[in-house]
């Protein structure tokens, strides 16, 4: 059971590139997360999914897209990448029915630096 | 709109004595409240969670928190530290939305860092 997996661990990029980071989770949830994690200031959330093709904003969507084509994935794209997005990244699931959270499963993260 | 405040950016204890991590919280409706843990470089780790149930919530390795609705707080406690609890603490609530759902949001204390000294 790999629960949420997340896809690089690190990346440095340039000024400009773009990439995607990869989320899969294999627990059959249907919310899915992208939350951003910069020192001091807890985690913020980018996109959020609740089921697939949903996705919504959340705190700090702009720089970043996402898309959700089926209950396993969730990449997050980041187009024209600047410092700004120098962080590091996690995705979450959760699985929630008639307004209850059964409780959320954190990605290891990815790191990303933009230079 | 739900928002978290932890009191304290860092907290240092001696080994084997208490440890008292603050948050107060603020919710339109009903929260859940949780602690996760992160150490450094690792992912995030539930510690415990408060979902409407008994006030008294304990966790893993030894960790509890109090839900007191009348002051807003959900502090974390553990009553002997040991140097693996040194890591960053983070309180978090998610609000159920008018209409019984919250869509799992979680909204994130600035953390604590926990240092733990022999």
């Known amino acids: 059971n790999a629960g949420v997996t997340q896809t690089p661990k690190f990346r440095i990029l340039k000024i400009g590139q773009s990439m995607t980071l990869q989320c899969a989770q294999d627990?059959?949830?249907?919310?899915m997360y992208w939350y951003r994690q910069d020192p001091g200031m807890g985690l913020k959330l980018i996109y959020y999914?609740?089921?697939?093709?949903?996705?919504d904003k959340g705190e700090v969507p702009n720089g970043y897209n996402v898309s959700r084509s089926t209950t396993e994935y969730f990449p997050l794209r980041l187009e024209l990448a600047a410092p700004s997005q120098t962080s590091v990244y996690f995705c979450?699931?959760?699985?929630?029915?008639?307004?209850?959270?059964?409780?959320?499963?954190f990605g290891s993260g990815t790191r990303l630096t933009v230079v | 709109a739900q928002s978290v405040t932890q009191l304290d950016s860092h907290v240092s204890v001696s080994e084997g004595t208490p440890v008292l991590l603050r948050c107060n919280y603020s919710?339109?409706?009903?929260?859940?409240l949780f602690w996760y843990v992160q150490h450094p470089n690792k992912g995030l780790q539930l510690l415990l969670k408060?979902?409407?149930?008994?006030?008294l919530v304990k966790g893993i390795n030894g960790f509890e928190a109090e839900f007191k609705k009348s002051e807003t707080s959900f502090h974390l406690t553990k009553p002997s530290a040991h140097m693996s609890d040194a890591a960053e603490y983070f309180c978090?609530?998610?609000?159920?939305?008018?209409?019984?759902?919250?869509?799992?949001?979680?909204?994130f204390g600035q953390g604590t860092i926990l240092t733990v000294h022999p």
């Open positions: 979450a699931s959760s699985y929630s029915s008639a307004g209850v959270d059964y409780g959320y499963t």
């Open positions: 627990m059959n949830h249907n919310y």
């Open positions: 999914s609740v089921g697939a093709g949903i996705t």
């Open positions: 919710s339109s409706y009903s929260p859940s």
């Open positions: 408060y979902t409407s149930a008994a006030t």
């Open positions: 978090v609530v998610t609000d159920l939305l008018a209409g019984g759902t919250s869509y799992g949001k979680l909204t």
